[in-house]
């Protein structure tokens, strides 16, 4: 049984809301954004949806792990004395 265009954006509207009302905001990422809108016009599965959601999650992380080695790596080096 197919999910129309119209159930899908309620309930990705029932989702939202309950969240919200729980104080768990849903991702506001326009990737992600734009991603939910093409599995609401049925170009995309929620397994696509969710699989490319877990890539942008993972490379979320990545960044800030990268970014926070190049801070740890910036403020050792501003707090190694200088041996010449």
């Known amino acids: 049984m197919a999910i129309d265009s119209e159930r899908r954006r309620m309930i990705f509207d029932q989702v939202r809301s309950k969240a919200m009302s729980r104080g768990t905001p849903v991702d506001d990422d326009p990737e992600f954004l734009a991603w939910v809108e093409l599995w609401i016009s049925g170009e995309y599965d929620m ?9 942008l999650a993972t490379r979320r992380t990545q960044r800030s792990k990268s970014a926070a080695g190049a ?5 050792s080096e501003a707090t190694t004395p200088d041996t010449d």
């Open 71 to 75: 801070l740890e790596s910036t403020s």
């Open 47 to 55: 397994s696509d949806l969710r699989s490319r959601y877990n890539d």
